[in-house]
């Protein structure tokens, strides 16, 4: 029996670990990556004989990720998933967490006092013509490929989006030697500029700062065009190339009709991130609508404890904030977790926790207030009826808008999904609820909010079902 | 069919696998996506109506880069490190 069981091994989880490590209690952290670092950092292989990778602009994270890996209260899983917790059973006051986790080498459960929900995010799913096609990627996936296996998404790229990550990546891969055709922003250029300007009034994010002044002096040198109020409305595969069809848009993002055409390898897709809460969902824990946190959020207390007694949160899911910040979430965390496990806590340990949390909450509004992505604009762009919604189970929109006139009384996105099975395949959901639920919202003239969000069952990612037998369920 | 590139850096011992019965060559480190990508490959999987697909996330949460591994299926790619001798195919009817 472990203290204390975490998933994800990214900067919150690591932060977490430690603290309550450092406690003197036991703890057991699980990641699908094969190194701890999270999205953020992705490291390069072991096997290459380099223990870092660039952690640029985050001098914190070499220290962060040595004290972790070096703890030895901190017991690991990498390459593993957690499918879901099985039995959350009381005794005396405490749950006791039955932790069900799918390793390379079968399944095996994990028993914890209290466990931590610090499962990060995934890019923001647009769904559009073509959003399927091969060479169609997201930001993190071309960022993860260059960061990680020094691997070149391909030749020709065209990144469209709305967040920073973009400028940043562009810069990535001008490095790395590819020729970056176009940067298309939903959002006007001036404001870019302001909130690069802005960012050393914010204490303690002045790299971040030059990391965004690098990366536009960059761009300005190879001449890349960026074009502003333009976003992705289709994609052909022609050629073996793609044609990417750009659109100009209004300030609330709407199609005004002008539109260009560049080719390209890959595109690259950013227009934000998506907390990743579907463990917290199976779990029970309450969640929160939070559009410029990326969605539904995790609800929580001061100490990071959701409403699921004993289960903790820290990170992307209470609403993407970036690194920093969940960091300075995951140390919280580990500071309630151990109080609640019965350690004391220095009171100059909480202030410090507190003054982390502050700063990095300062500068998390500035970029989500001013990246909010427009969900109504975006939705529109997969209003034809042959636009691919659910990836998996290849729903088109049509079926998707006949679900809703064919059942009046359907108001929720889980009901069009048990209707028609729009994110019942692999992924779960993940890149078609948000769709689902702004088609329901159009359609019932109701909020994105009010449709709700799909409900997650374990497995809350597709296991063998050898793993099932290796932790005694059938 | 993918353009990526393998960038020059120290990789792992080179190492060889199968994909659709095809030698392909990897690094020890690489992910199994990483290799088929650089490989050029046009389509990890295909869904039933026959449309190809490769890697969208690249991190494990959309299950576009499954493949078939030794007899398993829906094996993420992106989560899967390259071994010797190890027999990959296409997944289809997704």
Not at chain 1, 131 to 159: D, E, F, H, Y
Not at chain 1, 216 to 235: C, D, F, G, M, N
Not at chain 2, 23 to 34: H, I, K, Q, S, Y
Not at chain 2, 74 to 83: I, M, N
């Amino acid at each position: 029996m472990h203290d204390l069981a975490i998933v994800g091994a990214g900067p919150a989880g690591m932060a977490a670990a430690l603290a309550v490590a450092e406690a003197g209690f036991s703890v057991v952290v699980v990641d699908e990556q094969a190194r701890a670092g999270g999205q953020i950092f992705r490291r390069p292989p072991e096997a290459w004989g380099e223990r870092h990778g660039t952690y640029r602009p985050y001098t914190w994270a070499r220290d962060l990720i040595e004290r972790f890996e070096d703890h030895p209260g901190i017991k690991t899983h990498f390459r593993s998933t957690v499918f879901g917790v099985l039995r959350d059973r009381d005794r005396s006051e405490h749950a006791v967490f039955d932790v069900a986790v799918s390793t390379p080498v079968g399944g095996q459960r994990i028993t914890s006092r209290r466990l931590l929900l610090a499962t990060g995010a995934y890019d923001m799913p647009v769904a559009f013509p073509g959003w399927t096609l091969p060479g169609v990627m997201t930001a993190g996936a071309v960022q993860s490929l260059l960061k990680s296996q020094k691997v070149l998404a391909g030749k020709r790229i065209v990144l469209v989006g709305s967040h920073p990550i973009q400028l940043i990546l562009a810069g990535q891969l001008l490095d790395a030697g590819a020729e970056i055709v176009e940067i298309a922003l939903a959002r006007d250029m001036p404001g870019l500029v302001e909130m690069v300007r802005s960012l050393p009034a914010i204490p303690g994010h002045v790299s971040i700062f030059s990391e965004g002044l690098r990366a536009l002096a960059k761009i300005a040198r190879h001449r890349v065009p960026i074009s502003r109020r333009t976003v992705v409305s289709e994609a052909v595969s022609k050629d073996n190339m793609l044609d990417v069809r750009l659109s100009q848009v209004d300030r609330d993002w709407k199609k005004t009709g002008i539109n260009h055409t560049v080719e390209a390898d890959v595109l690259v897709l950013g227009y934000g991130f998506t907390p990743s809460t579907e463990l917290a969902r199976q779990v029970g824990c309450d969640l929160i609508w939070n559009s410029v946190g990326g969605g539904w959020t995790v609800s929580h207390d001061t100490g990071f404890q959701s409403s699921a007694p004993d289960v903790f949160v820290a990170g992307e899911p209470t609403g993407v904030a970036g690194a920093e910040r969940a960091w300075a979430e995951g140390h919280m965390a580990g500071l309630a977790i151990a109080a609640s496990l019965g350690a004391t806590i220095p009171p100059v340990a909480l202030a410090q926790a507190r003054r982390r949390l502050t700063g990095s909450a300062r500068f998390a509004g500035v970029m989500q207030a001013m990246f909010a992505p427009r969900r109504a604009a975006l939705a529109e762009l997969s209003r034809q009826e042959e636009t691919v919604i659910c990836r998996c189970e290849t729903i088109r929109n049509g079926k998707i808008e006949k679900t809703l006139q064919n059942n009046p009384f359907i108001q929720s996105a889980s009901a069009v999904k048990l209707e028609c099975r729009s994110g019942m395949g692999p992924c779960q959901g993940r890149y078609c609820e948000a769709t689902v639920a702004a088609r329901v919202a159009e359609v019932r003239k109701a909020s994105i909010e009010a449709s709700g969000y799909f409900n997650a069952h374990l497995p809350v990612k597709p296991v063998p079902l050898q793993d099932y037998r290796d932790i005694g369920e059938e | 069919m993918s353009k990526a590139q393998r960038l020059e850096t120290k990789r792992g011992r080179e190492l060889k696998f199968t994909f659709e019965g095809e030698t392909v060559t990897a690094f020890e480190g690489e992910t199994l996506a990483t290799a088929l990508l650089a490989a050029g490959v046009a389509a990890f999987s295909l869904t039933r109506t026959g449309e190809p697909r490769l890697p969208f996330c690249n991190m494990g949460t959309c299950f576009d880069c499954a493949v078939c591994v030794d007899g398993r299926f829906l094996v993420r790619a992106c989560l899967t490190d390259v071994r010797e001798g190890m027999q990959v195919n296409r997944q289809e009817g997704k």
